[in-house]
C-alpha cells in the first residue's frame, strides 16, 4: 500500500520521522517520498531526519513571536490557527503527489495542542481536497502527563474520529510501563520526560513532557512505527516476490473501512542464518537429490513451505500477535474486523498455518470477517505477524480517559478556569 504520510505535533513529526528510517533499513517503499510535517515548533529526531525542510510547515509563528503563548498547550488555539493558515495548509498539500497513494496517514499525539487541534484540521482539510481515504494514528498520553493531557486527548480523539476514516491509536500508558531498555539514554533523561513538569517557555522551541525526545518515548515510538510500517508497506518491498496470497491495498482498505478506532497486534520469532547446521544439512540435500529423502532424514523447516514445524510456528505466531501488547489495549472480541499480515522468507509461508491461525482468530475473536495476507520478504532475518483489529469498542482505557477528562473539566468550571487553556500542574 502506497500512503502519504502526514505527522502533526512534536510526537507526530518525530513518529514519521522514525517511520521513514524503518521504511529505508526494511527495504520498503511506503511512502515514495509523499510526506510533510505540520507543527507550531521545531521537533527534536529521535532518529536520522528524513524530511527535507521544504516539506515542513510552521504554522502559528507569528502568533508565537507575538505574545509568547504555548499554542501547544491549548487544542482550540491550535485549532484556530491551523483553519486561519488553510491556505497555507492546502499549499504544503501541493506537495503530495495524489495520482501515487492509496490514502493519507495523519499521525498525532493527542495529548497536546498542535498534535490534537491542528491534527483535526488537517484531516479536514485533506477530506475536502481529496478523495483518498485519511486515515489517522492517535497517540492517547499517560496518566502520569496529567489531567490536561486527558481532556486534550478525550476531546482531540472524538474529532479525529469523526473526521478520519478510521483512528489507529497507541497508549502511551500501557506501553511506559515496561522495562527500560538498555538504549544509552541517562535516567536522568527519562526521569525528566516522565516527571510531569510543563513545557520550557523560554525562547527555545517548547518540549512538551508527553513529547520529549529520548528515554521511553523514543523506544514507543519505534515500537508504533515499526507496526505502522509493517502493515502499511505490506507487498511494497523492493524486489520481492509474488505470492498467490500477497495482501493488497484493499484488503487493508476494507479493514478500516469500518471507521471509529482500531488497534494492532504484533509478534515475530526470529529465523535460523545462512551458515548453521541446517543450511549445510540443506546444501548436502540439494547436491546429492538423487538420494531419498528418508536416507537424510526429515526437517520440516527445511523440507518445504507446508511443513508441520512452519506451520506450527506461524499459528503460534498468530496467536502470540492476539495476545501481544497491543497498540491499545481492548478486549478483541469487539472488532468488527480484522486482518492478518504475515510476513517473511518466502520458505517459511506456510499455507496450512496461515489457515490455521486465521481459524484460530474467527473463532477466538468472534469475528466473522477476518482478512489474511502475506509479504514475501526473503531478506528478512524474522517472520513477522500483524493484526489490524478494526473498529474496537470496549476499550477500558478511552473509558478511564473521559471519565478523568469529565472530572476535571468538572474542577476547571468550579474554580472558574476555561477548559481550553493549559493549567499549571
Known sequence: MKLAVIGVGNAGSRIVNQMLDIEQSSGRNLCNGNTLLVNSTKPAFDAPEHVPEERRLTIGDVYWEADGSDIDGN??????????????LIRAFDLIEFHQIHGILVVAG???GTGGGAGAVVIEQLKEICDDPVYAVGVLPSDSEGEQSSLNAARSLQSFVAAADNVIAFDNDAWEDDDHPDDGTPDSAVDEAESGDDASTDDDAPVAKDDAAGGDYTRMNVELAKRLVTLFAAGEIRGSSGSENLMDPSDIMRTLDTGGVSSIGYASV???????????LRSVQDRFSWMPEGDWGSDPEIDGDDGATDAAKINNLVRQAADSKLTLPCEITSADRALILLSGPSRTLSRKGFEGGRYWLEQEA?????MAGDEPHDRATELTVVILFS????????DAIQERAVEYQHSLRTEGTPTGTTNSQ
Not at 526470529?270 to 549445510?280: A, C, Y
Not at 468472534?366 to 477476518?370: A, H, K, L, Y
Open 75 to 88: 487544542p482550540d488555539l491550535a485549532a484556530e490557527i491551523a483553519r486561519e493558515e488553510k491556505n497555507d
Open 270 to 280: 526470529d529465523l535460523p542464518q545462512p551458515g548453521g547446521v541446517r543450511s549445510l
Open 110 to 112: 493527542l495529548g497536546r
Open 366 to 370: 468472534d469475528i466473522v470477517d477476518v
Open 391 to 398: 473498529n474496537v469498542t470496549d476499550v477500558a482505557r478511552i
